[in-house]
């Protein structure tokens, strides 16, 4: 790829232009606050403002309710030939461009499966997605040349491209990422109404079971939010088997002997499938064989 | 802390018997399996089998539901002139102690806050406690030697004593560990729903907030079955919340203007909140602070 801009030199702007950079391509780096292009240029990631000519591949880098509006405005400017972004839905945005008119056929929806619990420039790392999943969802309209683009991009940064359309990513991301993100938040909740000695005896797992609901309100309400119907019906689904959880810890804590033998199985069984379905979260491919694939690929 | 036994050979148990060895002291080692216990001592735990006349402490590393009739036992065997025990609950066990008729003026309940996903001897590290808090639950009736060695003990292993009632204890791990547990669960049960394609997305904030459902089920359930009336109370808090932003959600998926902007706010609200509750799990103290705190104690 000879030429590039990112648009939103945040984290993950940042950190694609210095995983480009590393790969011989010095992109141009645009951002409404003029300060985070000038510290991203200043940690080596390329070069600020917008190139003369259009470059061939723009990646907007900017929360999923801007990502219309700025593939609008950088379409009508010429920015580039192709576009693709990197935010965490997939449908909706899609669904604002075409209503603003964008061109669709030179958009192809992308996100990489990679962040930090820090956001801004300075939080950047060129290998932040090394091995990680990006995922790019074409739609039937979108030029070979622009899904080529977008995956050659996700190879220069040392990720796995995945192919599957906007709908399945979204689902997908309910279950691996949103949902998981409110519990997580919904848990951490609850420390709230403990008191200091209670909380003395948090120890890792706690740590581990809140660490994302670190993450920045603000942002995790826009990505939810855009994708609201599928997170909501795989907590509804959670809630339920919560209730008959809730429903067994009753039993055994006061029911009488038959139905505080029915809450104990059904709590043995609740933890079992819990064992189960962490079991399903994939291994992961061993770094060397993750940057061989991406060689081979790119 | 001139002798001690440490009956159950487990992860624990072990990891206790390394400690102290470390420290000087040379535990008896026993197990109802000699095998493990025999494990135990070629790691260079201390020595398999019962002293001829009774040591100080004896230290019962065995799961919840057995604490009692093992306290019972060797009480009535002489083991030891004092006993504590390590279990991740503390009311029930010692009710059921003083069911049986054992003598809990020489007993103080202790719950080492350490712990690995590993079990079994061959998982114990001597250093596996230095820095955690090690609860300990004297009653109205402790002998105050027996509390003393019961501290020694959690001091000898580098940990930090931390002095409350059972009732107590049990909120708080309720709180911090019991309820983290289940949510935890309960959330890779979702993942038996996903499709491989949709498994490929998961990231580090799926693999860490759902760790801890990977623990053994079987032991998992006597710990919270026994401690049943308190999680189901702070379980039962958090579905009242989860069903506020499910609705909130639905709202935001397909509600009227005026009910989506309520939506979103109750959204960042509840994502603010999460900010909160995980900002009140304190922050580790460094090593040497932990280490140089427990020496002066000791």
Redo the contacts between chains.
Sequence with gaps: MPSAAVVGTGLIGTSIALALRGRGVTPYLLDRNPEAARTAAGLGAGVVGAPRTPVDLAVLAVPPQHVAATLHEYQLLGLADDFTDVASVKARPQEEAAELGCDLTRFVGGHP???REQSGPLAAQGDLFHG??W?LTPHAGSLPRTLGRARELAELCGAVP?V?GHA??D???A???H????????????????DD???????Q??????????????L??EI??AN??A??E??????L???E??DA??D???GPPERHRA??AH??T?????????????ARAAGGLRLSGVAAGS
Excluded: C, N
């Design positions: 499966m990679a962040g990680k999943p995922v995945v599957m399945e990513h689902r997908a991301v279950l691996t990422s949902t998981p993100h409110l519990v997580a938040s919904l848990l951490a909740t609850r420390l709230l109404h403990g000695t209670q909380l003395r005896l948090a120890g797992g706690l740590r581990d079971a809140t660490r994302i609901a670190g993450g920045d309100a603000e995790w309400t939810i939010a609201a119907p997170v909501a795989v907590l509804a689904e959670f809630a088997d919560l209730h959880v809730v810890l009753r055994l804590g006061a809450g104990r709590l043995t609740a933890l079992a499938r819990g064992v189960q379905g962490r079991a399903r979260i994939p």
